[in-house]
């Protein structure tokens, strides 16, 4: 779910438990089924929170981490200078 927030991007995203088995035709353990695609040199809001347990959510290569909690609804800005495919991933166990 996106939607424009001022001048901004709002990019919502659930997370469920990590599965750390590759499906068929993923091309590495971080690939996803549906991919989020964000615009670059635009501000966005990521909002997060989990369904189940705790996670703490990152994208290295974008210099972002942030925790998920179930029933709290975290937030981080970020702004993507370059035009790319960037992982985010379950950072702690």
């Known amino acids: 779910m996106r939607r424009r927030v ?3 991007l709002d990019a919502r995203r659930g997370h469920r438990a990590c599965s750390w088995c590759a ?18 040199n635009t501000l966005i ?10 996670h703490s959510w ?12 179930p029933g709290r609804l975290n937030q981080v800005w970020l702004t993507i200078n370059r035009e790319g495919v960037f992982y ?5 166990l």
């Not at 993923?26 to 549906?34: G, H, K, N, P, S």
């Not at 809001?45 to 705790?54: E, F, G, I, M, N």
């Not at 990152?58 to 909690?69: C, F, M, N, Q, R």
């Open 58 to 69: 990152a994208v290295p290569s974008l210099g972002v981490k942030i925790d998920a909690i």
């Open 23 to 40: 499906q068929p035709g993923q091309l590495r353990i971080l690939d996803v089924d549906e991919r989020l695609v964000l615009p670059t």
């Open 88 to 92: 985010g991933q379950c950072s702690e």
């Open 6 to 8: 001022g001048a901004g």
């Open 45 to 54: 809001r990521v909002l997060v929170t989990a369904s189940d347990v705790l």
